[in-house]
């Protein structure tokens, strides 16, 4: 029975543990120290990514605005060509055949198909 009594004790004993006993693997103002470290890198990081979303939004906007002026332009252009070719009718010409019109036309279709299909290639962001 004095056995049991006395590792009772000893665990009690082990137990009550006086604060100047206490070692700490690290100090509070250590873990403070890292992690005031930590925070300061990811607002780094925030800020950063937020500098990059606002200028693809502004990029974005830019970029279907002036997508929208080509569409336009090229629009007129067309209608330009269409009135070659019924100036070239009305004397009898095939206006398909005037020099440089295949390209002009082959160019502007091209121009037209980009800025329609260029707007969905950088969508909007909220």
């Known amino acids: ?10 665990t009690e004993l082990s137990k009550e543990v006086s604060p ?3 070692e ?9 120290s890292e992690a005031n470290k930590l925070d300061s ?5 925030e800020s950063k990514i937020e500098k990059a979303y606002l200028n693809y939004k502004q990029s974005q ?6 997508l929208s002026d080509i569409e336009q332009d090229s629009d007129r252009l067309e209608d330009d060509l269409v009135k ?11 206006g398909r055949q005037i020099d440089g019109y295949s ?11 980009i800025a329609s299909d260029g707007k969905k290639l950088y969508p909007p962001v909220k």
């Open 103 to 113: 390209k002009a036309a082959d160019l502007v279709t091209m121009l037209q198909r």
């Open 24 to 32: 700490l693997a690290r100090k509070p103002a250590s873990i403070l």
């Open 1 to 10: 029975m004095s056995k049991i009594v006395s590792i009772e004790k000893s």
């Open 20 to 22: 100047e006993k206490v």
């Open 41 to 45: 890198k990811l607002r780094g990081m």
């Open 84 to 94: 070659i070719l019924d100036a070239a009718q009305e004397i009898g010409v095939d």
């Open 61 to 66: 906007k830019e970029w279907v605005s002036k």
